[in-house]
């Protein structure tokens, strides 16, 4: 089966593009906050067990689907699934995961701005000499004014669509595969820089050694949460991706070469980031505005803060733009299957994403105070970033999740799912692999869901 889509040049382009993805504001913004706020070394252990035994072998049926087809998302499960003689409302799952991205895309293209403004700020000299009060003064400053929030918004969508008009082999591989090398020697710089520099002892002792009686069930979902918005699990991009993917690439390798990628930048931006909180006697529990406040405060000592946080604020731009490429290929993707050029689909698509975007702009100032969903329980106080912040990231990746690994456990034939991933349908790692899909994966992920349900937001912080 294959779709009428361009394909990678080669591996190591496919494996830049889908690192690029996976890697973004989820491994270097949203990681650090979530460790400092519950618990350090314990979150990170129930981490990684969440990474390698539910996310994993979710992106690598996401892969095979899409591979499988060779088409976007939702054509690709309704073609699949007619193939195994199932029924076509399977694609269901696809549309569940393209809106869902949609709706991230249009507050992630709004924080993607402000990594751009506070690039601007290191390298204008703004930032230095900050103090704690100062630093929160300038980041609500940001927050507050919507002809700032707007034009930093529009800047990141226009990057990202001057990118991905060009098309999948000349923009957004031939991109990732400057920006990820790029982003990874950055981050190992700022890691060493913090090492030397910051609290090393302190900083690595609270990221790497758990305490195990502050684990809860709470740790749990937060750290499951974490693991699908960080590694893209349920976004469709790795369907989408898979089309792409010739027949000779081994899946399983690649999947795992992705999540572990993804994993060591969420780790490495914990390593630059936690020395330097402790060497200045910081807390590390600061929540969303850990990045964004804490961090200029904290470089100041360093004796080199304004190389240092222009080096970061250019990290977290790079690492939010090679995400975004992805959430602007879907649309142009499928132009491609039903004859829309791609120049419009991209121009279109971020037309769509600034106008909902705006939804998120004024809930940060003049609209701060409109709760949409006000009348539904554990909503009252949600304004409406808030409401689609949950909606998309809590409920809909979830459900994308779940459908996905029904889907490749369930609903595709056990010789079907063997032949793309190249294993042999009697070995330890097939049978163990499709096993996790079928029982393990899905009831976690019903877990999830029912906590993000009856805790309405609590699960992911």
Not at 28 to 38: D, M, V
Not at 106 to 121: C, M, P, Q
Not at 204 to 218: E, G, K, Y
């Amino acid at each position: 089966m294959s779709g009428p889509h361009a394909t990678w040049t080669s591996r190591a382009g496919f494996l830049f593009a889908t690192i690029g993805f996976s890697v973004g504001l989820g491994n270097i913004w949203r990681f650090p906050w979530l460790a400092g706020e519950n618990g350090g070394g314990a979150f990170v252990a129930v981490y990684l067990v969440c990474v390698a035994f539910v996310a994993l072998p979710i992106v690598m049926a996401e892969l095979l689907i899409g591979r499988r087809g060779g088409l976007t998302p939702a054509a690709t499960m309704r073609k699949v699934a007619l193939a195994e003689g199932r029924s076509p409302k399977w694609a269901i799952g696809g549309w569940i995961a393209i809106l869902s991205v949609f709706m991230i895309g249009t507050f992630y293209g709004v924080i993607g701005g402000w990594t751009l403004a506070y690039f601007w700020n290191a390298i204008s000299g703004q930032l230095q000499g900050v103090d704690a009060a100062s630093a929160q003064a300038l980041f609500d400053a940001l927050l507050a004014s919507p002809a700032m929030l707007i034009f930093w918004m529009l800047l990141f969508l226009l990057i990202n669509i001057l990118i991905v008009e060009r098309g999948l082999q000349k923009g957004v591989e031939r991109a990732s595969s400057i920006l990820m090398p790029l982003l990874f020697a950055m981050l190992l710089g700022l890691c060493l820089f913090a090492l030397v520099s910051g609290d090393a002892v302190a900083g690595l002792s609270f990221l790497f050694v758990p305490d195990f009686s502050a684990i809860t069930a709470n740790t749990w979902l937060v750290a499951l949460g974490q693991a699908f918005f960080s590694v893209g699990v349920g976004m469709a991009a790795m369907m989408l991706y898979g089309a792409f993917l010739p027949k000779s690439v081994r899946i399983p390798g690649t999947a795992a070469i992705v999540v572990a990628a993804d994993t060591l930048v969420a780790l490495l931006a914990g390593i630059a980031i936690f020395p330097f909180l402790f060497a200045q006697g910081l807390e590390p529990a600061q929540g969303p505005g850990l990045v964004f406040v804490v961090m200029p405060v904290a470089l100041q000592a360093s004796g080199f803060a304004s190389v240092a946080l222009a080096a970061f604020f250019a990290l977290l731009s790079v690492a939010a733009l090679t995400s975004m490429m992805s959430f602007f290929e879907m649309g142009a993707a499928w132009g491609e299957e039903n004859g829309v050029k791609r120049r419009t689909m991209v121009w279109g698509g971020g037309v769509a994403t600034a106008v909902v975007g705006l939804l998120t702009v004024f809930s940060l100032n003049h609209a701060a105070d409109f709760h949409p969903l006000g009348f539904v329980p554990g909503f009252e106080g949600k304004t409406m970033f808030d409401t689609i912040d949950w909606l998309s990231s809590n409920l809909g990746l979830t459900i994308a999740g779940l459908i996905s690994a029904l889907f490749a456990g369930w609903v595709m034939a056990k010789d079907s799912t063997a032949e793309e991933l190249g294993l042999d349908p009697a070995s330890l790692a097939f049978r163990g692999w499709r096993f996790l899909l079928r029982w393990p994966v899905p009831l976690t992920i019903v877990a999830l869901i029912a906590g993000a349900l009856f805790g309405l937001g609590e699960t992911t912080a």
